[in-house]
Structure formats: C-alpha cells, structure tokens
C-alpha cells in the first residue's frame, strides 16, 4: 500500500509562517506611528534622539506589539476553517504551528504586555488589561456579530495612540484628532474586509454586515461613515484653531474621493481587496501629515 508522505516543513517555513502569523509588517507600522506620534505630535521634535533613546517609550511601544501580537494569534486560532475558504495560502496555526503552541504563545505574549505596561504605569496596564480581554472577546464571539466587531478593532486602533497620552499628556488634543482619524480608516478597512471575505464568513455562520444586509447596503453605510468621517476631522482641526490642519485634511480629500469611487464600482473580491490596501494607503498618507501638523 502506497502512503504519501506529509511534505517536510523547513525553518523557514516555521519563521515566515510566524511572522504572517503575528502580522509582522503591522506591528512594524504600530510601532513607527507610536514613535512619530512621539516625537511629532507630542515632542518636543528637537529632542527626538532622546525620545528615541527613552526607556518609558519603548517599553511602552514594546508593550502594545505583545499584545497586539497577541491578538493576531488568537484571531487565528479561533478563524482557522474561515481563512481555510477566505485564504487558504495564509493559514498558518495547524500547518506550522500547532494549535495549543498558538494558545500557548498567546498567553506569553499578552503576560508580557501586561507585565511591560505595569513598568511604565499602573494606568497603562489597567488599558493593556482592558485590551487583552477585548481582543479575546472580538476573536472569540464579537467578530461574527454584525458591526461589534469592526467598532472593536477600530477602538483599539485609536488607542494605540491615545495611550500614549497617559505617559506624556502634551498636546493630547492633536493626538486625540489623529486617534480618531485612525479609528475611523480602520473602521471602513475593517467593513471592506467583511465585504471581501463574505464568501468564507457566510459558510461558517458569521452575521457580519454584508451578510445580514447584502453588499449595496453596506456600501450605502460606508457612505455615512466616510462622511462623519470626513465632517469629524475637520470640525476638531477647527476646534482646535489649526489652519495647518485643515488644509492638510483638505488635500486627503483628494484619495478618500478616490476610494469612494473604487467603493462605488467594487463588486468582486478582488475589487474589495484593493479598496483595503487603498485605506491602508489613506492611513499613510494621514500619518505622514503629521510632519506638517
């Protein structure tokens, strides 16, 4: 009898398939905004090798990638038959690492958050706390409801940000406008994933919005979002008294009236996956302001 044999899994399968895992690429990018929030928004700029050379900051940063590390973890763990059907190429957790060294590397990774932010400030660890048990909650059960689980993600987004008030309260008010500028991109990424997964998420019983609404609904909701969006921006730039700001806001207009085209005349999965590289896009664009700000 012929047995075929389970092909070898190299080390570097093992490395890359962890670093897809924790979303490596996204943790770089958490911390890049963290430290240029840092030192742009917070500052004072002239002093950015000793921010850079802070132990505060980057135990703190340190922090937030163990637990968001964490939570692309559990996120996997809980998603494995969804992203079998949505993308297969990416499963990683039973492929290459077993499923309780996953649950396992969770819960180091979240102890070690928890742990680094208690260092810097009891208040940062009541937040990383907070956020531990939230992304636990979004993987395990939220993240199938419809809505609940895109606004958690977009919560947590922001506050990767705001948390940083807590430890240098300087110009919290212009951090607060670039938090709540993250937190809306992510929230419309987050729906436009939905949109592109829905195949995957429908055969495994999820109640997202494009489910339980159809997809020309959930655009139709996008458009409401994009513009509170929009409006939100530009009243805080003006509460704030920011001439800066506003012009700068007023020149992203020009991509996010991009994107609500492609938004408008997306109805495939490939379509839905460019508009989500195309928030990715916006949210750098957004960051970047923040030289200017």
């Given at each position: ?124 660890f009541v937040i990383n ?9 979004y993987s395990e059960r ?32 212009l951090v607060f406008i ?116």
């Open positions: 009898m012929n047995v075929t044999a389970r092909p070898k899994i190299r080390l570097w399968d093992y490395v890359a398939g962890s670093a897809r895992l924790v979303r490596m690429t996204n943790l770089i990018i958490v911390v890049l905004t963290q430290y240029l929030t840092r030192i742009l928004l917070i500052g004072p700029r002239e002093d950015w090798k000793s921010i850079l050379g802070n132990v505060d900051m980057l135990v703190l940063s340190l922090s937030t990638v163990c637990i968001a590390a964490a939570g692309y973890i559990i996120n996997d763990y809980f998603d494995v038959k969804i992203d079998i059907v949505n993308k297969p190429e990416r499963v990683v957790v039973g492929r290459y690492l077993k499923r309780r060294w996953a649950i396992g590397a969770h819960q180091v990774l979240n102890v070690m958050g928890a742990v680094l932010g208690l260092v810097v400030s009891p208040y940062i706390v907070f956020s531990i048990t939230l992304l636990w909650f939220f993240k199938r409801l419809p809505f609940i689980g895109n606004f958690i993600v977009s919560l947590l987004t922001g506050l990767t940000l705001l948390i940083l008030t807590v430890h240098y309260p300087a110009n919290r008010h670039y938090a709540v500028f993250s937190f809306y991109i992510s929230l419309i990424r987050e729906i436009v994933k939905d949109m592109e997964d829905i195949r995957g998420d429908e055969a495994h019983g999820c109640r997202t919005l494009p489910i339980i609404w159809g997809i020309r609904s959930t655009k139709n909701f996008l458009y409401v979002i994009l513009f509170f969006f929009v409006l939100s921006l530009f009243i805080l730039a003006h509460a704030l008294d920011n001439g800066v700001l506003v012009v700068l806001f007023i020149l992203l207009l020009i991509p996010i009236s991009f994107l609500i085209y492609r938004l408008s005349r997306a109805d495939t999965r490939r379509d839905f996956k460019q508009i989500s590289d195309l928030c990715k896009i916006v949210m750098l664009l957004g960051l970047l302001t923040m030289i200017w700000a």
